[in-house]
């Protein structure tokens, strides 16, 4: 559930949203600080794995979705 509001949720919209393969350049000029991403990476990698083994043999999209979110957010260690 995204809570409305809160920092490491807005970032971690922004990964979730992102296609690129390293999304670590969102951070620049949203004020967010290198504490917020951590927890903001921390947040998206865990709704990834949740999501990729309850929706990988009925939601392709889904699954599509979770892989992105965990490679995106394993790539973007700084």
């Not at 995204?2 to 690129?20: H, L, N, Q, Y």
């Not at 670590?24 to 990729?52: C, K």
Request: net charge positive; with cysteine; aromatic share 6%.
């Amino acid at each position: 559930m995204r809570e409305a509001g809160v920092r490491r949720c807005d970032c971690t919209t922004t990964k979730c949203g992102s296609t690129r393969p390293s999304v670590g350049s969102s951070s620049e000029g949203n004020g967010a600080d290198d504490a917020t991403w951590a927890r903001a990476r921390g947040w998206a990698l865990t709704q990834g794995l949740e999501a990729l083994p309850y929706y990988f043999n009925s939601h392709p999209g889904m699954v599509a979705m979770a892989r992105r979110v965990i490679r995106a957010t394993l790539n973007s260690q700084e």
